[in-house]
């Protein structure tokens, strides 16, 4: 939907409020935060639009650690998913010789440990707001030692590399030519996936979240669609009765989802389909709830939406209890604590807010909520937890 923001302090005191601009498809607020203040966020759809799904995405004004390779983000299993911005970088040298006749450059550094497989890092397109370059290096570049391009991607937005085994490798992610801002990016092993299968079905926990690459996965069969497809299987269960929510409603998502559920594996696929009605569809991803009886586990089957197509690629799917999910309210408001804001300078820090449709790349913190009706009797509140960089697995 069209997001308008609004910053308050302490609930009490508007200290700023951005408008959707149609000309970027965004809304955007940039404050001052000040050490031991509690902020509050209050996004609400746009005069005269419709409710409806939207992201926010948080980012402090100032450069991330991993902006130079010796502070390389972890990239700690594949597939793996983050945002990033880069605006705040400082330029570095590196001798992948792109031909966009630059040598010093800005952008966010990422280590990878080999595993024998093809591996790909991919930014997504729809999710990233500039034209990205990714390369790959062998070790840190630096004044005094070069030679560490491995590879680099100049005509597209991914790089495949054949990796071995236990070797450290570097992925730079920067913009061609010099240009700047958010970015998702993606990386995931070329090899069939074993929960393509559902007797390897994967556990997923509730409250937490899996991370998941379709297209090199086997046919299953699956009863809900009686047509051969594509796809992940995870499981899930709960200690007692309760309503369960799976969605893959995120930016880490990159083609149209299906989710489907099913009461036992078969040898080719599942039986007993239980759903596959969602209760909501939002930009290339889902939402289906169903009841889940206590001690059983469910079997989920991430797959493309439509079955004439073979669709397929990267998804983040979570699951969740309907009584962590009440957001019927005038909007949602994200608190972040004293706590969290303990050891900022005293100065403050200067925060910056955006909510876009489908354009901008995530930073640090944000999801996608839906919005279903307003209400000036009702107000829902979500934690926003505050990491020390920008990068979010």
Request: net charge negative; hydrophobic share 35%.
């Amino acid at each position: 939907m069209h997001a308008d923001i609004e910053v308050f302090e302490r609930c009490e005191i508007c200290l700023k409020k951005g408008l959707y601009h149609s000309e970027d498809l965004c809304s955007n607020v940039t404050f001052l935060a000040k050490p031991h203040v509690n902020y509050s966020i209050l996004v609400t759809a746009a005069e005269g639009e419709e409710d409806g799904f939207f992201h926010v995405s948080f980012y402090r004004d100032e450069p991330r650690p991993n902006q130079v390779c010796l502070n390389a983000s972890d990239v700690r299993s594949l597939p793996y998913h983050t945002s990033g911005y880069i605006g705040t970088s400082k330029e570095v040298v590196s001798d992948c010789r792109v031909g966009d006749g630059t040598d010093a450059k800005a952008g966010l550094w990422y280590h990878i440990k080999g595993t024998g497989n093809k591996i790909t890092a991919a930014t997504v397109s729809g999710s990233t707001d500039f034209y990205s370059v990714l390369e790959v290096h062998t070790g840190c570049p630096n004044d005094i030692y070069s030679g560490t391009c491995e590879t680099y991607s100049e005509v597209s937005h991914e790089i495949k590399w054949d990796s071995v085994n236990g070797y450290d490798y570097y992925v730079f992610v920067r913009g061609w030519n010099g240009g700047l801002g958010f970015f998702s990016l993606i990386v995931y092993e070329n090899i069939e996936p074993a929960n393509s299968k559902c007797v390897n079905a994967e556990s997923l926990s509730l409250h937490d979240f899996a991370m998941g690459y379709t297209s090199n996965a086997s046919l299953s069969d699956a009863s809900c669609v009686n047509v051969p497809r594509r796809g992940l299987w995870y499981k899930v269960r709960v200690d007692a009765p309760e309503s369960v929510i799976l969605s893959t409603c995120s930016r880490a998502t990159a083609f149209n989802t299906d989710i489907e559920v099913y009461q036992s594996c078969s040898e080719t696929g599942a039986t007993g389909c239980i759903d596959h009605v969602h209760d909501y569809r939002c930009d290339r991803g889902t939402i289906i709830t169903f009841s889940a009886e206590a001690n059983k586990d469910y079997f989920v089957f991430v797959t493309g939406n439509r079955a004439d197509i073979d669709e397929s690629g990267f998804f983040r799917l979570s699951a969740r209890t309907w009584h962590h999910h009440q957001t019927s309210s005038s909007g949602l408001w994200n608190s972040i604590s004293e706590e969290e804001l303990k050891g900022l300078g005293p100065a403050g820090i200067l925060f910056i807010i955006v909510a876009c449709i489908a354009v901008v790349a995530g930073g640090a913190i944000g999801g996608f909520f839906f919005l279903r009706r307003r209400s000036a009797a009702a107000a829902s509140y979500t934690r926003m937890d505050v990491p020390d960089g920008l990068d979010a697995n």
